[in-house]
């Protein structure tokens, strides 16, 4: 009953949603959420009209997620805006297996924690500099700094553990 719908169901989201791989994903979504309830409904036009509200109700669920995670990007984006460039003494004190880390990662991810961590570009100042939005620089350098720290983490051990001030590894 739904499949003989499926490209007018596929249609209406896509009006709604803008991009037909979201719509084919939303619809797949709704379907199998669907599926015990529309067995209960007595008539095929029941049945598709309750599966419009269901999609309906989709699209508002996806464009909540979708504006929770921009938020979300966006704080962690003004976050990283406050953070400050480190002192010269701390640079000269922390491990410098950090450095040579550094080197070993995506350059992209080497460029982020190069432009906003050692020289204080803003994040919105580093997302201008290489033509990305200021959300995706957010992104790349909490990334980056996430993969450093596992890189340090498996070089150094202990070391790492304890901050790598004045390090000890001998790596």
Known sequence: MLLSNQAAFLSFLERRVGRRDVAE??????????????????????????FYQALR??????YRRQG??????????????????ATPEVQHAVCECVGR???SLKPEYAAALQGIEVEGTSVKGFAEEV???ANNAAVRVHRART????????????????????????R
């Open 147 to 170: 993969a450093l720290r596992q890189k340090v983490e498996a070089t150094c051990g202990k070391c790492a553990q304890e901050g790598c001030r004045d390090c000890s590894c001998g």
């Open 131 to 133: 033509g990305i939005t």
């Open 57 to 62: 109700n989709a699209v508002v669920d996806y």
């Open 101 to 103: 880390l550094v080197a």
């Open 68 to 85: 929770s995670s921009a938020r979300a990007l966006e704080s962690l984006a003004r976050e990283l805006e406050g953070g400050d460039a």
């Open 25 to 50: 994903d939303l619809l797949q979504e709704v379907l199998a959420r669907s599926i015990e309830r529309l067995s209960t409904l007595r008539s095929e036009e029941a049945a598709v009209a309750w």
